[in-house]
């Protein structure tokens, strides 16, 4: 059943919360003028809590939003992508933009805390004047702030991949994020690598919350029913408002199928349209939509799916300071590892949206205070782990990251890592998105390490592997991110290689995107009939033998004491 929205909402009011926004970035611009940089202390000074919650409220709904918090109880580190590219008619549109094409895209000042905060661009260098981002107790202090002033109007939605990536998280199977999490008093949560923990246990903890846990798109494979609450109406600000919940729809094919064998997951376009339907029929005047499906999805699906308001997207971890109009649907995207709650306040009337502003809120942990309740939380959940987090192993001399689509240097050290604990010629290392940030000079902490390994899977097996089916691996991973169509994107990055270059032409159709593969160590092209001794981990075969990767990333970092991880150029990039 269609149905007519009224109009559109604006984007004049969208431009006008993105001044806001930057209004902190502006006033800091200054910071890396002359070369020079701000201390910490000023940069506290400019930047406080009051400029960070500021917000003009409209109208009678606000929706508070995080996602992809992946277990991070504390403040972190956590560079953004300098390489996130999009193809087809994603090409160049947000959120695939990086670097300085990012801050000019969205009139960003360079070297000021919004850049700091969104962006890759000289982000050491800012760190150590803006300091860390997040902690769940900062998260508290904002929930509790826009809940005092806008009552019985707010909604908190969590986005999903909450409960994994974490050295507690996983020692606990999410208990300490479930415990934590309970005290913002969320009223609904969707999921991906929380199915990870297997279904006893995702089962057990979600009969534990106060909340509910939705997601449409999963079905029992027994009788081909509804796994999970699909929806949840809810009553704010004298709206009736529904909220549909969409799991990651490839969770059994990006994870292992073992885990969860009894549920079938997928987009299920048709299931999101028919649960609209049935909300609008019980008498939704606002539809909320709380996906992981990553942002290019959920911009189809906004495209293919009438009578959705808003889409709560999540999982790609992309961070926007602008809500995204597609057709009459806005789509927020929150960022990940509690770096920044959205709050999307909209003026509903009779049925639908007249107005709205957007703010991403940017969790500095040295401007905002801290929540004494949820201190106290975070502080007894990571008591049974706290000599083990704070454990020194060894430093950094160079930046370790995550993110990007082909590359990151804390990927590089894990490769490194395994090529030497496993004496292999070439290794493969998954390209998760999760996982924060070391600066140079910090020690590299067991925490830090978790931060970048924490799975229920985490073995690393060694095997003979062929160059053909190397080429297979690639072009596989390859199709999973750039295929054309979203709705056969997986929404990671590349496979991470050592002892392995390639070229990738991200234009050509699936099975001929990779190229010109080089064994780096003699610097002779793979050769597809020779078998090559491989690493890896994070392997979805169920008895996967070999030692936890984190194991063997302590090992090699003790031994090295000092890392320094090298520019990577052992990828060719083209056809972007």
């Known amino acids: 059943m269609n149905r007519d929205c009224g109009d559109a909402p604006s984007e004049s009011k969208a431009m006008i919360t993105r001044r806001e926004m930057l209004q902190v970035g502006a006033a800091t611009a200054a910071l890396t003028a002359g070369g020079g940089g701000l201390t910490r202390a000023f940069a506290q000074q400019r930047l406080s809590q009051d400029d960070l919650l500021k917000f003009d409220a409209v109208g009678n709904v606000t929706l508070l939003h995080v996602a992809d ?206 649960q609209v339907d049935k909300a609008r029929k019980a008498g939704a005047q606002l539809v909320v939509l709380l996906s992981h499906n990553g942002f290019d999805v959920d911009r189809k699906l906004a495209s293919r799916v009438a009578g959705i308001d808003v889409i709560l997207t999540g999982h790609t971890h992309d961070a926007l300071p602008e809500a995204v109009t597609v057709g009459k649907t806005l789509l927020v995207a929150s960022g990940s590892h509690g770096k920044f709650v959205s709050r999307l306040d909209l003026d509903v009337q009779n049925g639908a949206v007249k107005g709205f502003k957007y703010k991403l809120i940017p969790l500095f942990a040295d401007a905002i205070a801290p929540d004494a309740e949820m201190t106290a939380a975070i502080t007894k959940a990571r008591a049974p782990y706290a000599n083990e987090l704070a454990r020194v192993v060894g430093q950094a001399d160079s930046l370790l990251y995550r993110r990007g689509n082909f590359n990151g240097t804390f990927d590089d050290l894990i490769c490194a890592a395994l090529l030497k604990e496993r004496d292999a010629e070439i290794v493969l290392s998954p390209g998760f998105r999760w996982g924060t940030s070391v600066l140079p000079g910090a020690p590299i902490t067991m925490e830090d390490i978790h931060n970048a390994t924490a799975i229920t899977y985490p073995q690393v097996y060694r095997l003979p592997m062929t160059g053909a089916r190397l080429k297979d691996v690639l072009e596989d991973v390859a199709d999973n991110l750039f295929n054309p169509d979203p709705y056969y994107q997986q929404g990671g990055d590349m496979v991470r290689c050592g002892g392995l270059g390639y070229s990738i032409d991200v234009s050509k159709p699936a099975g001929q995107r990779i190229s010109a593969m080089t064994h780096l160590k003699t610097g002779k092209p793979i050769n597809p009939n020779r078998e090559y001794t491989v690493a890896g981990w994070a392997s979805v075969n169920e008895g996967t033998e070999g030692p936890p990767v984190w194991d063997l990333v302590e090992r090699y970092v003790a031994a090295q004491k000092t890392v320094r991880i090298a520019p990577n150029s052992s990828v060719k990039i083209t056809g972007a």
Not at 141 to 167: F, H, I, N, P, Y
Not at 215 to 237: H, Y
């Open 69 to 274: 918090i992946h277990g991070q109880l504390m403040p972190v580190y956590f560079r953004e992508p300098s390489i996130n590219l999009g193809v087809g008619e994603a090409r160049g549109q947000p959120p695939h933009l990086s670097g300085g094409d990012f801050l000019k895209r969205f009139g960003i000042p360079a070297g000021s805390a919004a850049a700091y905060a969104m962006s890759s661009e000289d982000f050491a260098s800012l760190a150590k004047s803006y300091g860390k981002i997040g902690g769940l107790d900062r998260l508290a202090t904002v929930v509790k702030k826009v809940r005092a002033e806008r009552g019985d109007k707010v909604l908190l939605l969590d986005g999903g991949d909450t409960w994994q990536g974490s050295l507690g998280a996983n020692a606990s199977k999410g208990q300490d994020m479930v415990d934590c999490m309970a005290l913002l008093k969320p009223d609904a949560m969707t999921g991906h690598w929380e199915f990870t923990y297997g279904e006893a246990r995702v089962n057990e903890l979600i009969k534990s919350l106060s909340f509910s846990f939705l997601a449409l798109n999963i079905r029992d494979t027994e009788w081909n029913e509804p796994a999970f609450e699909p929806m949840k109406m809810f009553e704010r600000g004298g709206v009736k408002i529904a909220v549909l919940g969409q799991a990651f729809p490839y969770t059994p094919v990006a994870n292992p199928r073992w885990l969860m064998p009894k549920w079938s997951f997928g987009i299920r376009e048709e299931d999101v349209r028919s």
